[in-house]
């Protein structure tokens, strides 16, 4: 299983130095949040937890202007938590501080340079998905997590979901044959509040350096990345060239693309379909259907996980996401440990990094006409979404279609080019 590792003490620890924690407590590193606003307070609320566990020691947060309300504040202060303005005055304050692991959920753009940073002082990193826009970035992360003898990992959650680890150890033992086609179809409607919300959303560079954000790239990319990850564990050769065929579109007054159709066949004829948009009417909840030679299987998000094969129908009821996220953490601290755990590491990442890029390379975005675009308000948010979308999109991925041979007026004929998802 290549990229989502179990990190056994035998086999990786002779290799990394030792965790130092200041306190000799090995199974509570001394921690730093950078970044608590946005994505960063649900990861606040579990490293709260965690903290007040013994499970870790929450010594330093980084909060960047504007401040969060007070309540962040004084939870922070609480928790005997000393507050910093930036990150270069984290990276200051690194040797008094003795920290040893950091998490990382700052936007998309600041993920490599904050995670190369961290990792040359000496810190072991969980950084939020994406782990960066470009493969550039993640050969020089590698390098220097290498360099430094540091453990950096992604946070992907559902990858930690028991759910999905349970389907997937079911398909690598052929419980329904060998792969056929993989195919994930997501809807998740977007406001205009969502894209206006903070400097990156929507955009594809910001500040100099490659943002790539898409529902690909960001709020979809753990479907794809399970996707990834239960094919490979299967079996599918992910370390040879791919054929990519896409189609991107554009409705929401953003540089890059909300509605995503690709398709990627590996050299012995799988397929692994993805189906995802932010401009639909209605939600969709993300799915994954596999199919073998010799049954089918499903998962959905934050409900199940089943199985139809030769033996019969297997099916495994799915935790919360706050759950998952919390499984999530306690496996990231026992990689930092040494301990056996799985995470998921850069090479595995690096697939997802690969895809996206490849996508920006290969493809150009289509705008959807403005005749096909309304506009609703729900619960006070308006929305722009594309008539019809929400039925062709659904169709396509049933059929393995492109949008345009599944009835949308608006869509163009894909492409097709090589993509190469490892280095």
């Given at each position: ?8 003490p035998?086999?990786h ?43 870790l ?19 922070l202060?609480a ?56 493969p ?28 999905v ?29 969502y ?27 753990h ?26 579109y ?22 692994l379909d993805?189906?995802?948009?932010h ?10 259907r ?6 089918t ?41 040494g ?5 998921c ?19 150009l975005?289509?705008?959807?006409p ?23 999109l ?14 949308a ?15």
């Amino acid at each position: 299983m290549l990229g989502f590792a179990h990190a056994h003490p035998s086999l990786h620890s002779a290799s990394l130095r030792p965790v130092e924690t200041g306190g000799g407590r090995l199974s509570a590193p001394r921690t730093v949040l950078v970044g608590v606003g946005g994505y960063g307070r649900v990861h606040l609320r579990h490293l709260l937890d965690f903290h007040r566990r013994g499970e870790l020691v929450l010594a330093a947060a980084v909060v960047f202007p504007p401040e969060p309300d007070e309540t962040v504040v004084g939870d922070l202060r609480a928790a005997g938590c000393e507050i910093l303005a930036s990150f270069e005055a984290l990276l200051a304050a690194l040797p008094r501080l003795r920290i040893a692991f950091a998490v990382v959920p700052t936007p998309i753009h600041l993920h490599a340079t904050m995670t190369l940073a961290l990792v040359r002082a000496g810190v072991d990193v969980l950084v939020e998905k994406p782990l960066t826009a470009t493969p550039a970035d993640v050969a020089a992360m590698a390098e220097a997590a290498a360099a430094n003898q540091r453990r950096v990992a992604v946070g992907f959650q559902y990858l930690h979901a028991p759910e999905v680890r349970a389907l997937g150890r079911k398909l690598a033992d052929g419980a329904i044959g060998a792969l056929r086609r993989l195919v994930v179809h997501a809807a998740w409607p977007r406001s205009h509040a969502y894209y206006s919300r903070n400097a990156w959303a929507g955009r594809l560079k910001l500040e100099g350096a490659w943002v790539l954000d898409s529902p690909v790239s960001n709020a979809m990319s753990h479907f794809l990345m399970v996707m990834l990850n239960l094919a490979e564990r299967a079996g599918a050769p992910l370390n040879e060239p791919v054929n990519l065929t896409a189609e991107l579109y554009r409705a929401q007054a953003i540089e890059s693309f909300d509605t995503a159709m690709l398709q990627l066949r590996t050299v012995n004829g799988v397929r692994l379909d993805f189906y995802g948009t932010h401009s639909s009417a209605a939600i969709g909840r993300p799915s994954l259907r596999i199919e073998g030679t010799n049954g089918t299987a499903e998962w959905v998000q934050d409900s199940h996980a089943c199985l139809d094969g030769p033996g019969g129908r297997w099916e495994q009821t799915a935790f919360p996401e706050s759950d998952t996220r919390e499984r999530m953490l306690r496996d990231v601290l026992k990689y930092h440990r040494g301990e056996p755990a799985e995470v998921c590491t850069i090479g595995m990442a690096s697939l997802h990094v690969r895809c996206i890029a490849g996508l920006h390379r290969e493809f150009l975005v289509t705008p959807v006409p403005a005749a096909h675009i309304r506009r609703h308000e729900v619960d006070g948010q308006v929305f722009s979404y594309v008539s019809g979308l929400d039925e062709v999109l659904l169709a396509a991925a049933r059929t393995g279609q492109g949008l345009a041979e599944a009835g949308a007026a608006w869509a163009v004929k894909p492409r097709t080019a090589r993509l190469q998802l490892r280095g």
